[in-house]
Structure formats: structure tokens, C-alpha cells
Nanobody, 115 residues
Framework: QGRLVESGGGLVQPGGSLTLSCAAT????????IGWFRQAPGKEREFLAV????????YVSDSVKDRFAISRDRARNTVDLQMSDLKPEDTANYYC????????WGQGTQVTVSG
């Protein structure tokens, strides 16, 4: 059964950058839109950004719009979240899903900003 799989997380120092990728695996067709979310321990899941997978129309939450960007990489067939100027408070598990979170949530990819 196809599912969305997140990758690209890791440990990064404050001020650093990471690019996370979301792939549709197992023959899964891309939904109309894909969003990125994050959840830190003890906190609710937070919406970060969304992009339509056909036309590329994108929106990034005000809380991160100066540092994060979302894009569709057609060559790699992924939806990417580019993160820059990372801060310790960006530490969380990052997930992709439809904008409404209608698909089963995957394992996510952990981003730790420390050092």
C-alpha cells in the first residue's frame, strides 16, 4: 500500500539549514496538495506549509515564512521543505500529509537543532 515517507532530518547547529523530502511510495498517486507539519514533544502538531502538487501554488505559515520554503521537485518526485536559520525551537518530528491530514501519519523525520 502506498504511503508518504519523510526523510532528510538530522542534527544541525543553530543557524544551519536542512532540506526535508516527502516521497509518495508504493505506487501512490500524489494528492492534490501536500503539507508539512511538525510536532515537538508535549506540543500539538503544527502546520508549516502546503503546496499543490500540480500547479505549485504554495503557502507557508507566518510563523516560519521568513526561514522555510516548500517546493515540488519533479525530477526527484518529492515535495521538499527547505529550512534555513534553524533555531533550537525548530526541534521536532516533521511530517508530510495532505493539508487536512487525511492520510495516515507516517513516522516523520526528526530534526534536532542543537550545539
Amino acid at each position: 500500500q502506498g504511503r508518504l515517507v519523510e526523510s532528510g532530518g538530522g542534527l544541525v547547529q543553530p543557524g544551519g539549514s536542512l532540506t526535508l523530502s516527502c516521497a509518495a511510495t508504493g505506487g501512490m498517486s500524489w494528492p492534490y496538495s501536500i503539507g508539512w507539519f511538525r510536532q515537538a514533544p508535549g506540543k500539538e502538531r503544527e502546520f508549516l506549509a502546503v503546496i499543490t502538487t500540480t500547479g505549485g501554488s504554495a503557502y507557508v505559515s507566518d510563523s516560519v515564512k521568513d526561514r522555510f520554503a516548500i517546493s515540488r521537485d519533479r525530477a526527484r518526485n518529492t515535495v521538499d521543505l527547505q529550512m534555513s536559520d534553524l533555531k533550537p525551537e525548530d526541534t521536532a518530528n516533521y511530517y508530510c500529509n495532505t493539508e487536512s491530514g487525511s492520510l495516515p501519519w507516517g513516522q516523520g523525520t526528526q530534526v534536532t537543532v542543537s550545539g
